[in-house]
């Protein structure tokens, strides 16, 4: 059974992966793969800082992570340079943890991006983890320490909430406390668990 998960910025989805691991599920995620690509020392660095310069760097040598956040969230040109970089590289990964998952297992893909990237029907289920504009405003502002514009940029730049809704197979609102996500993700990892069955 293969699932993608997914969620706009600020909107749990990482909380939720790891009570899917709780779980049992094996989850595969995207953004620690896209940092693997890029860390120091690997092809994947290189062509980042061929196409955009060593200023992209640290003085240890690793991406600069919020100056590279910075371009490609404020500059659409940037960011499908980046992408265009990135993505094969976290393919191929994927395609490799998969293929080491245990037969039967529920495979669950957290990917950020999965409507903006129109992979939704590569999977047999979607997960979107929802929660409404302000709260990922106010969260972001909250725990991350960023900016208004920062905050409204990096929504602008994802898909917006209609349109993951719109692939939602399954929807985990985390609007509320942490024992009702828990409640929720355990009624939607049992329904997967079923359908991984039937």
Known sequence: M?????????????TVAGMLTDLGAVVIDADAIARD??????????AVVAEFGEELLTPDGELDRPAMGSLVFHDESARRRL?????????????????AAPAGAL???????????????????VVV?????????ERMLRDRGWSLVDAEARIAAQATREERLAVA?????????????????????????????A
């Open 2 to 14: 293969r699932v993608g998960l997914t969620g706009g910025v600020a909107s749990g989805k990482s």
């Open 37 to 46: 690509v890029v860390a120091a020392g690997t092809p994947g660095l290189a």
């Open 83 to 99: 992408e265009a970089i990135v993505h094969p590289l976290v393919f191929e990964r994927y395609a490799e943890q998969e293929a």
């Open 107 to 125: 495979v669950v893909h957290d990917i950020p991006l999965l409507v903006e990237s129109g992979r939704a029907s590569e999977f047999d289920a």
């Open 129 to 137: 983890v929802d929660v409404p504009r302000e709260l990922q405003v």
């Open 169 to 197: 197979t399954h929807v985990i609102e985390n609007t509320g406390t942490l024992d009702e996500l828990r409640a929720r993700v355990a009624e939607v990892h049992a329904a997967l668990t079923d359908g991984a069955t």
